[in-house]
């Protein structure tokens, strides 16, 4: 018994790749210039007007623009909003819209689940399910961007769900497709990776020739705390992992961002701030210093502990902001994404577009 071959998701290629793909059909290279100027837009092969209609047909025959069902977004009150998709596989996956007054961010996952199980994330509580592909992610971009217009998506994060730097080859491959000029053309220096301390693949990343922002979810300057909340801290421990940011430094000539999620009585000490200034002596780094939001509660987090300890460090000569939680309403903010059941199934009417972005 026979099996039909996957659709190719055309998202997910380079323009080599593309390039390629076309030549299998028999089509001119330039076929790429115009498909290209289509896929950032996320429209259907029949929407393609400048294609003839035979490879229009074709294309819907052996491809995709993309994967992923919007099932659902839900908007907080002070603009954020959260999406959820549905993957063709049937998984569930969410990513952030984060609107500012001179700027708009996305917050795009990288994996459905997480492997690595900090005690201040919903994602890792049920395990890793899968990799997200390197369509996959971009195409959060793409359906977010359509949402938002006109206003245009200028900044990408990798913090939603996921260990992005443990789905290296897609993210790095995400990452150039979104920068890329025919792509999302978003620059490098407007893209962020968050990873919680694998340090080889840090290294690696300051490698690539990327002028991409790396940020490091420390939440500890000693390793015994770091243990209770990062189990990851167990293989890779903090010098370890900062010896990387400073690596990637070097390399990359760009500062690193520390993420510190704030454990009230655990991690916010004046020891913890001694520490932690110490470890970054002489590396250009910032702190981002979060509240900790509930994991499964509805409400904004208790931001006092957060301003405490940030002014710890800035009496220590480091650079520390309290990162401001966003759409915690919906359950948007950091530390709260994660597959979650009830979401719209297939077939079911579109929610309302949002109407304030």
């Known amino acids: 018994m026979s099996t039909l071959a996957p659709k190719v998701d055309l998202l997910g290629l380079s323009r080599d790749e593309l390039v390629a793909f076309l030549q299998e059909l028999g089509q001119p290279s330039y076929r790429a210039t115009q498909i290209l100027s289509w896929l950032r837009r996320g429209v259907s092969f029949q929407e393609m007007t400048n294609l003839p209609g035979e490879l229009r047909a074709r294309l819907a025959?052996?491809?995709?623009?993309?994967?992923?069902?919007?099932?659902?977004?839900?908007?907080?009150?002070?603009?954020?909003?959260?999406?959820?998709?549905?993957?063709?596989d049937g998984h569930?996956?969410?990513?952030?819209l984060i609107p500012h007054h001179n700027r708009t961010t996305i917050c795009v996952s990288s994996q459905v689940g997480c492997a690595f199980g900090c005690t201040f994330c919903a994602t890792g509580q049920d395990g890793l399910t899968r990799d997200l592909a390197a369509g996959e992610i971009v195409e959060q971009v793409v359906r977010v961007q359509q949402v938002a217009a006109p206003r245009r998506i200028r900044n990408v994060v990798f913090m939603g769900m996921g260990e992005p730097l443990a789905n290296y080859e897609a993210v790095v491959k995400a990452v150039r497709l979104l920068n890329s000029r025919e792509g999302m053309g978003i620059g490098a220096r407007h893209i962020a990776i968050s990873t919680c301390g694998l340090p080889d693949a840090i290294r690696r990343l300051a490698g690539e020739g990327l002028q991409?922002?790396?940020?490091?979810?420390?939440?500890?300057?000693?390793?015994?705390?770091?243990d209770q909340i990062v189990p990851l801290n167990r293989r890779h421990p903090v010098d370890e992992v900062m010896a990387a940011a400073r690596f990637f430094f070097e390399k990359a000539g760009r500062k690193v961002a520390l993420q510190y999620v704030i454990v009230p009585g655990l991690n916010d000490t004046q020891r913890q701030a001694e520490k932690l200034a110490e470890f970054t002596r002489g590396l250009p780094s910032m702190v981002n210093v979060v509240p900790r939001n509930p994991l499964e509660e509805i409400g904004a987090a208790d931001a006092a502990p957060a301003r405490r300890f940030a002014g710890l460090l800035r009496r220590r000569g480091m650079e520390a902001v309290v990162r401001r939680s966003r759409g915690s309403e919906v359950l948007g903010a950091c530390g709260q994404l994660r597959p979650r059941q009830?979401?719209?199934?297939?077939?079911?009417?579109?929610?309302?577009?949002?109407?304030?972005?």
């Open 61 to 88: 025959e052996v491809a995709t623009v993309g994967s992923l069902m919007l099932c659902s977004h839900q908007e907080a009150p002070d603009g954020t909003v959260k999406f959820g998709y549905q993957t063709s």
């Open 92 to 96: 569930s996956v969410e990513s952030v």
């Open 212 to 226: 991409v922002g790396l940020a490091i979810s420390l939440h500890a300057g000693t390793n015994e705390v770091r």
């Open 342 to 357: 009830g979401q719209q199934k297939p077939g079911e009417s579109a929610p309302a577009r949002p109407t304030n972005l």
